[in-house]
């Protein structure tokens, strides 16, 4: 990125949960080298959010990134980690809201056999529900008004591809997302006029993460998107570029890639659809 656009960054802070590992570590670094300070939390990797502080570290200074162990579902977990924020960096610029759990709590084999609705455990769609819908709301809800009394502030939720919404036997991940995307669209005009913007941002395929199956052969695999496809596009969220930018979805694969001028593709760019 330019030297102008790491300036505008420089100082910010962000909160990235999840962040141990796929898409959410490389956003945690990705902000990180970008001159942001971030708390990088996850309910059950506490080794990996280690992991990603050491390397931050090593690569942007000592205090680069916090990690926090943190479940999203929680309220009290929520609270404290934006309370840890604020007293460790005095300022809350961002929440990612990247936690979440996927298809393989239904089934190992969900890429190749379909689980159908009422074949699903309860307890296993119940806690994928409360991580990828109330888990962004109970952040949210504890991150906004430190954002609000700032008058500028950035929640972006981590969301997939419609057509992974509606995918057969995708149930309750995909649901799970359209309620995001819902969730999106709503609290964007919560926030409408504040200085605080809500928008979605996904991966536009599928993406090499902890949430792909481990037996998927290497030809498949190497298919596959890297996690860092959503670097740029957040990088770009994050900055005073995007401050009419809200309530929308940013479709990472379609990016500008190596374009130093940090604008995205017009096609990068669509409505919610709520």
Same mark, same amino acid.
């Given at each position: 990125m330019s030297g102008a656009a790491r !300036?505008?960054? @420089?100082?910010?802070?962000? #909160?990235?949960?999840?962040?141990? =590992?796929?898409?959410? =570590?490389?956003?945690?670094?990705?902000?990180?080298r970008a001159g942001m300070r971030v708390v990088v939390t996850a309910a059950r990797e506490t080794a990996e959010i280690e992991a990603v502080a050491a390397e931050a570290r090593r690569d942007c200074g000592e205090a680069s990134v916090l990690p926090l162990s943190a479940d999203v579902?929680? @309220? +009290?977990?929520?609270?404290?980690v934006v309370d840890t924020a604020l007293q460790r960096f005095g300022r809350l610029d961002a929440l990612v809201n990247?936690? &979440?759990?996927?298809? $393989?709590?239904v089934s190992s084999r969900f890429m190749t056999e379909h689980t159908r609705f009422w074949e699903t455990d309860p307890d296993v769609w119940r806690m994928v529900i409360d991580t990828n819908v109330n888990g962004p709301f109970l952040m949210a809800r504890a991150a906004a008004p430190a954002m609000l009394a700032a008058g500028w502030g950035r929640i972006v939720n981590v969301s997939m591809n419609r +057509?992974?919404?509606? =995918? !057969? &036997?995708?149930? *309750?991940?995909? *649901?799970s997302k359209a309620a995001l995307e819902s969730e999106t669209a #709503? %609290?964007? !005009?919560?926030?409408? &006029? @504040?200085?605080?913007?809500?928008?979605?941002?996904? *991966?536009?395929?599928?993406?090499?993460?902890?949430? #792909?199956? +481990?037996?998927?052969? +290497?030809?498949a695999r190497a298919g596959l998107l890297k996690p860092?496809?959503?670097?740029?596009?957040?990088? %770009?969220?994050?900055? *005073?570029?995007?401050? &009419?930018?809200?309530? $929308?979805? #940013?479709?990472?694969?379609r990016w500008n890639i190596g374009d130093d001028r940090a604008e995205p593709a017009r096609e990068a760019i669509e409505d919610t659809g709520f």
């Open positions: !300036q505008a960054l @420089a100082g910010r802070v962000a #909160i990235v949960t999840g962040g141990g =590992r796929g898409m959410g =570590r490389a956003m945690a670094l990705g902000l990180a579902t929680r @309220a +009290e977990d929520c609270v404290h990247n936690a &979440g759990r996927g298809m $393989k709590y +057509e992974t919404m509606r =995918r !057969q &036997g995708f149930s *309750p991940y995909g *649901p #709503i %609290w964007a !005009q919560d926030l409408a &006029g @504040a200085g605080v913007t809500v928008n979605a941002l996904l *991966p536009g395929g599928a993406t090499l993460t902890g949430m #792909i199956p +481990e037996g998927l052969d +290497e030809h860092e496809v959503m670097v740029p596009p957040l990088l %770009w969220l994050m900055s *005073p570029a995007s401050d &009419g930018v809200n309530g $929308k979805r #940013i479709v990472a694969s």
